[in-house]
């Protein structure tokens, strides 16, 4: 039995360790390559596109994949509906790994908005000293903010255009609470802006920002395609695909 993961996110490397070595599975995990140096997780891996829904249907079939999981981030819209067409044209089952959104909770003075371009409408009128934690893509949304300051942060160096005033912070996480606040401290930063990611690993600015009474304007993340099934974590997602594929071959007991 073959296994895809399209992943990258550390809900998919933790799928993988779930998996790997079972008897009976072949398991290959996709990167898309645009982040040097990534983390490799446990068994097969493919560095690459596949060139739209059409192309990875084939390489599906080609390489006899009996379950697709996609535990790409959370924004990375076009490679799941790439995925769902793909899955649907390869007679496949297909599961989305998601891990859950955030949710405010008292003392969070959130600001939602529905794309990077609404984001940046909305930051003049709140403040002029900007957290960007949105990703090396996408800046060009906020370049003609030239009245406002920009502190990026980023696995890897950010994609032209970007703002004209701009500090880039190269840097991975987790990230931890007091550094977080140490760093809100140092830029004098009033105004945060992220993507609902969810998580663990980048929280911490969320409970600092809050700590300090600043505004966050939160991008929410795109839907998951019509009918695709959703686990919440890789535990569910290995339940899922062990069920798929008969209880023989179901992830060792303890892992």
Not at 57 to 67: G, I, K, N, Q, S
Not at 142 to 156: K, T, Y
């Amino acid at each position: 039995m073959h296994v895809l993961i399209l992943g990258g996110t550390t809900e998919a490397r933790h799928l993988a360790g779930l998996l790997h070595g079972t008897p009976g599975l072949d398991l290959t995990s996709s990167l898309a390559g645009r982040v040097a140096g990534p983390r490799l997780p446990p068994g097969g891996v493919r560095v690459g596109g596949f060139g739209g829904a059409g192309a990875m249907a084939a390489w599906l079939r080609e390489h006899a994949v009996d379950v697709l999981v996609d535990a790409t981030h959370p924004f990375a819209a076009t490679i799941s509906f790439h995925a769902a067409q793909a899955a649907g044209a390869a007679g496949i089952p297909l599961l989305a790994l998601r891990r859950p959104g955030w949710i405010p909770v008292e003392g969070d003075v959130w600001h939602e908005a529905g794309s990077l371009a609404r984001a940046a409408e909305l930051l003049p009128g709140l403040g002029r000293r900007v957290f960007l934690t949105t990703g090396r893509t996408g800046l060009a949304a906020f370049a003609g903010l030239d009245d406002l300051w920009f502190l990026v942060r980023s696995v890897d160096a950010p994609e032209p255009p970007g703002p004209a005033r701009m500090e880039v912070l190269l840097d991975r996480g987790p990230f931890d609470l007091d550094g977080e606040r140490g760093l809100l401290r140092r830029h004098r930063v009033d105004v945060v802006v992220t993507k609902d990611s969810g998580g663990a690993a980048t929280a911490p600015k969320l409970t600092a920002a809050r700590e300090a009474g600043l505004p966050v304007v939160v991008v929410r993340r795109p839907p998951v395609p019509e009918g695709v099934p959703v686990a919440a974590d890789a535990g569910a997602a290995a339940r899922w695909v062990a069920e798929h594929l008969g209880h023989d071959v179901a992830p060792p007991a303890g892992r």
